[in-house]
């Protein structure tokens, strides 16, 4: 739709956000100037009560690590200072896109120009016996819409997922009992909660189907090495188990609770905390009932607009950027997913920004958003470094004729839970495990993160970690030229000179060559090394 | 030994260590004819910043007394675009009807002066003096604005005021903990090291530098840790600490409350900046910056210090901002055995930026906006305020105006060598040589001298008398131990000559204790208010801190009880990174990082023309690592070429592991095509934060000998 141009702009281009997550609020943040000078009027519709607040940090707040207002992001009286309409606790019931409205639960109409969904992931509830799931199809949300659309489905007692603060108080609240918890997956968000909880004192035990933990993010090494880890913090690790059911008690005051999880190969796991980390799913319910073109997310083209409705943007972990071509339009399946990470989606707010301003501007927008690369998976914790990125499965001895620029290089020490891996192509990072040596992988992400060329001694990377990594030329403190006086940098070989001419004392020294003149921090290496030269003196005499 | 000896300070950095001239045995004094002997003896004094220690430069300092190729007459260029020798009232006259003339044609704002921060704080003050009074003119800055700009604003914005150290070095001696961030002071003032030694001793001296510096390296064996982030990522380093710090509860709730401003705008500014994330910015580990901010907060003595290498950004004052936002959350500042503090690096770089010479000052750190300030000063002067021209353009921007339509058509410069110490140098040149008329006051011949019309030849430090403000905000004196030689002039004189020939309104002093007691009335009142200190007081050995109103005893140390600002608190000033730290930069491109030997000082003027300064570093080495020199096929001791859009550099390459791979370091002391600044940019800090990242990216090749 277009805008009549109003001179002096007097009517502003009317964007309505739904979702203030972190992507949303990075949104709203990016538009605040074009909502102070009028050129954009906003309005923010958001489910939960509390402010924009940083769900990265939601496992930190679930073990007691960081405050809620440490984790905030977005400022109420700053937004509405700046002139934007601020709704948090209502949702959204319906899209009319024909009228350019979207319809909330109490019924108000907020007409819009652009509409924004930043509506966010929910977490993946399994199937298994014991709980109830909800079917979110076109018909069930139809027939159920109210009760489904923005809610997760309610899970029993003693069962949680981890997404949001609701969530957190429930796994905090074990925590600080130090009650049994048992995580379900071993990806990398049930992993960090596994390992702050167990930190926090907590006894955790997790539980996934897979060979080895991370197995989205780790090849086989990578995941045994980090395996044996998680075993040294405490952390025990039940692989190769599908979770079945779940089994209940009823508490004293007649609740029926969490009591144990029985798995495919018969194990029966007793715990007070059920934590589901099974993945998440894009919340698409709004955009499937408004008709719009829907895969595992929102689809939207390269410039973050719906393939369906050029007027509805979506962003964030429900959106899912499939370039349209004939090959994709044609497709029923179509490619990609959300990255579910923070860092794309906020790159995505940024840009989406920076249309919309050029948009109500009337100036030619920009036409795709920048592609995004693998992002990079960094376990957040403090005792098990784990940093990947990239397809990891690859193995060094495969002589693959495909990819003819392909190196592997590799690096596995189990016992003290090191490992490396680096994928490279025409010598460029495409893909790295790093384990337990966070130098390397910190230099490693650098490198990825620039597109930089590796060094041809691979090695060079492990020695960030090494002890003696500073392969410096005067690591021998008494070779000749090392320095011992920074201020006038003299010597070894200087102050040997100087001895050899009779200047025997540090005071004599430094008359002579100025050493130890300066802070006169280095006199008693001077000593030292004056004392060194006479023994040397004294050995030769008696020899000679 | 005979004479007596003559107190003063070295001659260079902002250290200002003490030191006795002693005059040289007449007899012994002959000397070769390349070098002939120092007419003074120099020793260390004892003082509480160096403890009688001093570096090879000030060591040597002496030597370029009677160097041969000191400039002893005015230089004028003549008919034949060569300079000669001429009389002094010959070329002050010369000088006065030119800028007469040009002034007449293009107006007040056509004629600039280009300070100095190693200039006395007379010569400073009467500069400005000058400049506004004499030539009418708003168009005055220095090169302050390359080194100091923005860790003086940040400290504005933040405290209300911007001293160097709000308190005696001597402090940093009970440290626990000494975070220093971008700073070399190993080489760049090592005496200063010696204050370590206590963080040293408790393991706490933490360095942030892309580079292994001698400073880096004192941290080895257990008494510190050096962190060693990609260059231009400290903002995002230090936005990650601060995130820690909150996440962690580590803040000072107390001081926060009570003492400061902003808290929760900043919170929510650093929630973003998780460890991780900042990890894979600055390639600093997750878990090292856990240590720090965890080391930052254990409550023993702490300081946090900052230098050029955090500065010297187009986001510096933000970056600068950051590092005070850190120790604001640890209450540092104030608090007694801890504080927060910015390493001056010229000589007089703090009394420099305080009196008049910088375009939007006037002297005691007054804004020259400010009418009640314009009035005060007007006063002193002896003139009506509307008489004093408003506020002119900063340094860079000055020397972007050279030779341009609405710019400068002549420029007038004391103490600084701006061809060789300028960003974006190429193009400094070139407008220099635009201009209709150049006056350089230098003693040599520098490579900026070398393009002017008249060069004026100047006393040097040890045959002048004046006052100094050193790092820590201490006001000090310079003694004369001897006397200039025939034919060179004090810049006191030189002013008051040319203000005499250009029938400037007020009265402009010789005698430097005349300057200083105008001085004095000047500032009173102002920030930087110097109205309690007079010569004799500092000559008998009085440590005098500014601020120093009439009638007090100075102030050591700042912020005890409040800060500047009205209402005594200071300020968390939110600052946000520009998305561009998040694309990369092409492949095939390093990191230019330029910065300091131990051997020279700022453009090498004086310190290439010391034999044993010149002959340890002869000339400027590109450090590359070797895993870097292998990819370009780079070995030790070949030449290479770096370019970018600005310039061309060749120097020779050192292979060394003290340098990431991702950039190389080229000192900037050095001159012809070994000029580092040919390849920086100009591009400067709007302290609103407008965003620039590719400045500095330089490509590099090794060029053949015949091509060399």
Redesign the interface.
Known sequence: MTRPIVPNGSTPFRVVLVGFGPVGARLVEELLPAVRSGEIGLTVVGVESAHAYNRVLVAEYAVGGTSLDAMSLADRDEMELAGVRLLTGVQVASIEREAHTVTLDDGELLPYDRLVLATGARANVPTLDGVERHRRDRMSLEKYGAALIGRDDALPAGITSLRDLDDAERVLEAVRDRRRIVVLGAGVLGLEIALAAAHAGAQVCVVHHGPHPMPRNLDRGGGQVLRTALRRTGVSVIAHSRAEAVGFRTDDDGTRRFDFLVTADGKTLHGDLLLLSCGVTPRTDLAVLAGLRTATGIVVDADLRSWTDPDISAIGDCAQVVERTEETAGRRDLPGAPSGLIGPGWRQAAWLARQLVAVARGQEPETSAPAERDAIVALKAEHVDVVAVGQVTADPWEDDALVPSRGIAQWADAEHGRYVKMITDGGVLTGFVSIGMPRTAAELTLLFERRAELPADRSMLLRFDGPDYDPRDDADAFAPTSTVCWCNAVTVEGIETSASCGNTTVDGVGRDTRAGTGCGGCKGRIAEVLARYADNEEATRLTG | MTGASTPTHCPYCALQCAMSLTASPAASSAGSADAPSAPVTVA?RDFPT???????KG?TSAELLRAPSRLLAPLVRGEDGELHESGWDEALDLVAARLRGIRASHGADAVGVFGGGGLTNEKAYQLGKFARLALGTSRIDYNGRFCMSSAAAAGNRAFGVDRGLPFPLEDLDGAATVLLLGSNP??TM??????L?GAQAAGGLVVVDPR?T?TARLT?DGKGMHVQP?PGTDLVLLLGLIHLV????LVDDEYVATRTTGF??L??SV??W????V??????????L?RLARRLASGAPTFILTGRGVEQHVDGTDTATAAINLALLLGLPGRPGSGYGTLTGQGNGQGGREHGQKCDQLPGYRKITDPDARAHVARVWGVAPDVIPGPGIPAVELLQSLGRPGGLRALMVHGSNVVISSPNAGAVRHGLESLDFLVVCDFFRSETADLADVVLPVAQWAEEEGTMTSLEGRVIRRLPALDPPEGVRDELWILHELARRLDAPSVFHVRPEDVFEELRLASEGGIADYSGIDYAMLDAGEAAYWPYPRGSRGTPRLFADRFAHADGLARLVSVRVR?EV?H??P?DVLTLVTGRL??HYQSGAQTRRVPELAD?QPEALATVHP??A??FDIRDGDTVELVNSRGVVRCRARL???IR??AVFVPFHFAGLQTANLLTSDAVDPVSAMPEFKTNLVSIRPISEAVA
């Open positions: 260390g160096n403890r009688g220690g001093l570096c090879k060591w190993g080489e090592p005496p200063f090291i010696g204050h030694a292994r001698a080895d990609a909150i996440a962690e509860g929760d705008g919170r929510r929630a973003a998780w460890p991780e994330r990890q894979s910015i600055t390639g600093v580990a997750a878990l090292t856990r998305a998040e990369p930069s492949a131990l051997e340890a895993a870097t292998a990819r060394s592991t003290d791979p991702d």
